[in-house]
T-cell receptor, first 116, second 114 residues
Framework: ETGVTQTPRHLVMGMTNKKSLKCEQH?????MYWYKQSAKKPLELMFV???????ENNSVPSRFSPECPNSSHLFLHLHTLQPEDSALYLC???????????????FGSGTRLTVV | DAKTTQPPSMDCAEGRAANLPCNHS???????VYWYRQIHSQGPQYIIH???NNETNEMASLIITEDRKSSTLILPHATLRDTAVYYC???????????????FGQGTTLQVKP
């Protein structure tokens, strides 16, 4: 357990379904991130949230809709996905930057999504 | 954010040191070098990071050249459980004053063999 919890671990959904992925961290971190990892590809950054505000959308299609109600929770709402959206979706969080230290990311275990 | 170059794959004998190189010739002065690893189908795991000094923790050592254009991650006694994809990333991390993002490349697939 890394301190970042993602649910569900596995999800199979049809192209007309609506589902949501959940990410939760109790590390006191201020920033949260969604990444997508397709088979045999590097991680792709999707969204960045800083103090609940979205600061980056990396040209993600609107069928992916993030929500960050507070600094500890992050959701990814899914609607009318395509089979090529099947991937491992990873959530991460990070702490602030100070003058004498810099902090990396803590990742969750991911949600393995299959769109049929 | 600066880009990194890593060999796509490496082998290492169990019990020996694994030395994973990374080139980051365009690194800027305020960017850190981070190393993560990803064991099959799990989330990436933080290993170590540094700015300009060499760093060591319970998992690994990080050697950064004086000009900061390259670095080496050293796993002193590799075990079979160290088989994973290792990512070298440069960036400013994230947080309250800077949502610097970490961009992952292809990484190096390290295969530790008995």
């Amino acid at each position: 357990e890394t301190g970042v919890t993602q649910t569900p671990r596995h999800l199979v959904m049809g192209m007309t379904n609506k589902k949501s992925l959940k990410c939760e961290q109790h590390l006191g971190h201020n920033a949260m991130y969604w990444y997508k990892q397709s088979a045999k590809k590097p991680l792709e950054l999707m969204f960045v949230y800083n103090f609940k505000e979205q600061t980056e959308n990396n040209s993600v299609p609107s069928r992916f809709s993030p929500e960050c109600p507070n600094s500890s929770h992050l959701f990814l709402h899914l609607h009318t996905l395509q089979p090529e959206d099947s991937a491992l979706y990873l959530c991460a969080s990070s702490q602030g930057v100070s003058q004498d230290r810099n902090y990396g990311y803590t990742f969750g275990s991911g949600t393995r999504l299959t769109v049929v | 954010d600066a880009k990194t170059t890593q060999p796509p794959s490496m082998d290492c004998a169990e019990g020996r040191a694994a030395n994973l190189p990374c080139n980051h010739s365009t690194i800027s002065g305020n960017e850190y070098v981070y190393w993560y690893r990803q064991i099959h189908s799990q989330g990436p795991q933080y290993i170590i990071h540094g700015l300009k000094n060499n760093e060591t923790n319970e998992m690994a050592s990080l050697i950064i050249t004086e000009d900061r254009k390259s670095s080496t991650l050293i796993l002193p006694h590799a075990t079979l459980r160290d088989t994973a994809v290792y990512y070298c990333i440069v960036g400013r991390g994230g947080g309250s004053s800077n949502t610097g993002k970490l961009i992952f490349g292809q990484g190096t697939t390290l295969q530790v063999k008995p």
